[in-house]
């Protein structure tokens, strides 16, 4: 396998990014990084008072996000990533600003200093998108128990989720983007599932695929690598 790839698991808050990533780098003996949750100094005040803590917040998540890519990318291991520093400006500082939570001097001044930092920064080889529904998504946030997820609105998911329908499309030109419909698939204890979600991507980062049942997933592949 060509050494130093770099995939990216992205999707709305609740779809199954760190379980996948998790199963991605057992099964292929990859490093996983993770998004930077449990430490986060502003995340319980965000969903308390959003207007007053979106700012700072989307500048705490650029700052870690920016320091785990560059290891990343300077590593000598492949690795996979839960959820891309992408993410942050092009779906949640976006929908913060369009809500009205982040205000037009602190969202140019955000998307300035993203884009300065981000120009040094190599693309993923491949972003697998976890796409679900409202729902799926308020059902799967509530049985896993996150306090500081209490009071996720649908309203904002929905917001969410039409942001990352868009930036897929436009992530497409730079790089492949592999989209998996979860909304009937289950990537936790559906051993089926997992197989052929895993044959999926590992065959299209050119590796051996595991020996599994084609599940009938809803799987969209637009773009071509650049890394």
Known sequence: MQARQFVAVAGNIGVGKTNLTTLLANRLGWRAYYEPVINNPYLDDFYED???WAFHLQVFFLSKRFEIHREMVSSDDPCIQDRTIYE????FAATLHRQGFMSDRDYDNYTALFDTMTSFLRTPDLVVYLRASV?????RIRCRGRDCEREIS???LHALNREYESWCE???VATRVLTIDTEDVD???DECAIDGVLG???G????ETVPGPDVGLAVELAGVSTG
């Open 50 to 52: 959003m207007e007053r």
């Open 204 to 207: 299209l980062i050119g590796g």
């Open 88 to 91: 942050d400006k092009e779906i």
């Open 154 to 156: 649908g309203d904002y």
């Open 200 to 202: 999926r991507i590992i």
């Open 170 to 172: 436009r992530a497409s």
């Open 187 to 189: 990537l936790v204890t």
């Open 135 to 139: 729902d799926t998504l308020m059902d």
